[in-house]
């Protein structure tokens, strides 16, 4: 019985995503020498976004190449994971791979966003799905910042060498939660730009699009008194 529900709760796209969402989070937050802990949970969660992708939209055309998207970047991660490449040696070999990623993290919070305002109704599975989105918007700034530090070191303040992916999605959910550490902060004007833009969705995101879904959610799993 045990095993039926393990399996029920594994089958759920939303469940998956949300639990390999925070072994993402665990990765990232890794020293730079972990590689292998680091890719391998990297693609992991690269194929789980594949396989909810395909299930939201299946048969969709773009579909094969945000397919050569991913795999592309599962290749990297695995080459890099085996000594075969080393990215960080590459010129801006940390903005690549992180614009790769941002465009492959765009996509699900995307389609997921369209799936919430065509469905009739809120479900619990919705709301895990609007959590997820949350939890996205912060993975994808820090690879905007990744970018911006990239090109210009000077972008940020605060920032360790050893620890750079760490400590850029430490500042984007510092910065998405509105919680302002102070510790890393921003010092170009593109750096400044990006986290005021973040701090505005990650006030306006749980304001309105949360609240919105909790609200039919309440509403739909009310039932008449007799």
């Known amino acids: 019985m045990n095993f039926n529900l393990l399996t029920k709760w594994a089958n759920n796209k939303y469940n998956r995503f949300l639990f390999l969402l ?30 909810t992708v395909r299930q939201i939209r299946p048969n969709q055309r773009w579909l094969k190449y945000y397919a050569a998207l ?44 369209q799936e919430f305002f065509l469905a009739p109704r809120v479900t619990a599975d919705t709301l895990k799905g609007g959590i997820a989105i949350y939890v996205l918007m912060g993975v994808a700034w820090s690879m905007v910042y990744t970018i ?4 210009n070191p000077d972008s940020f303040a605060g920032v360790q060498l050893s620890q750079v992916r760490a400590d850029l999605l430490h500042f984007s959910f510092v910065t998405l939660t509105t919680v302002g550490y102070g510790n890393i902060l921003p010092m170009g004007p593109l750096a400044r730009v990006a986290s005021d833009l973040e701090a505005i969705a990650g006030i306006m995101y749980p304001a309105i699009l949360i609240s919105r879904l909790v609200s039919r959610y309440t509403s739909n799993s009310e039932k008449p008194s007799l």
Do not use: K
């Open 70 to 113: 991913v795999l592309l970047n599962i290749a990297l991660l695995g080459l890099q994971m085996f000594g075969v490449v080393n990215i960080s040696a590459w010129s801006h070999g940390y903005s690549i791979t992180a614009l790769i990623f941002l465009v492959v993290i765009f996509v699900p919070i995307f389609l997921l966003q």
């Open 22 to 51: 925070f072994w993402l989070l665990v990765s990232i937050a890794l020293p730079e020498s972990r590689v292998v802990t680091t890719c391998t949970i990297l693609i992991l969660f690269l194929a789980t976004m594949l396989s």
């Open 148 to 151: 911006l530090f990239d090109f």
